[in-house]
């Protein structure tokens, strides 16, 4: 029989921990758009954003999208990571977002929604990146 026993170091000794600040930036907002109560979070990260869209009353995580840049077309790549394969909406936000902010670009769209429910939603977050840019 083998012993895979270790000795754990002492590390109570001389060891100076340094703390640094996050790098991640979170930024939360909210719409009322076509009698849907919305959450919006997004996480800034060095070069990337997540963007979680939510009904306020039904807090869930069944979908995301990721677009990001490709040295062989001037128009971001997306897929769609969780989710319904067949339903685009996601996907084509994240890439819209990608080319405008010119990062990888994870989008969470946990709406139901319909044909005029998306370009409120995307001009919403348009509104917010224009109020706030550093939060993007």
């Known amino acids: ?13 001389n060891q100076n921990v340094e703390y640094v600040p996050s790098k991640f930036n979170i930024h939360t907002f909210d719409a009322e758009i076509l009698e849907h109560k919305l959450l919006f979070q997004v996480i800034k990260m060095q070069d990337s954003l997540l963007f979680y869209i939510n009904d306020k009353d039904q807090l869930k995580f069944s979908d995301i999208s990721l677009a990001l840049k490709s040295r062989y077309d001037s128009s971001p790549l997306g897929t769609r990571l969780i989710g319904d394969f067949t339903d685009e909406i996601s996907k084509n936000i994240a890439i ?39 939060m993007f």
Not at 1 to 13: F, G, K, Q
Not at 96 to 125: M, Q, W, Y
């Open 1 to 13: 029989m083998t012993n895979y026993s270790r000795e754990i170091p002492d590390r109570s000794t």
């Open 96 to 134: 819209r977002l990608s080319k405008k902010t010119d990062k990888a670009v994870f989008l969470s769209f946990n709406v139901d929604h319909d044909g005029r429910f998306s370009p409120l939603v995307e001009k919403r977050i348009y509104e917010e990146m224009k109020n706030y840019p550093v």
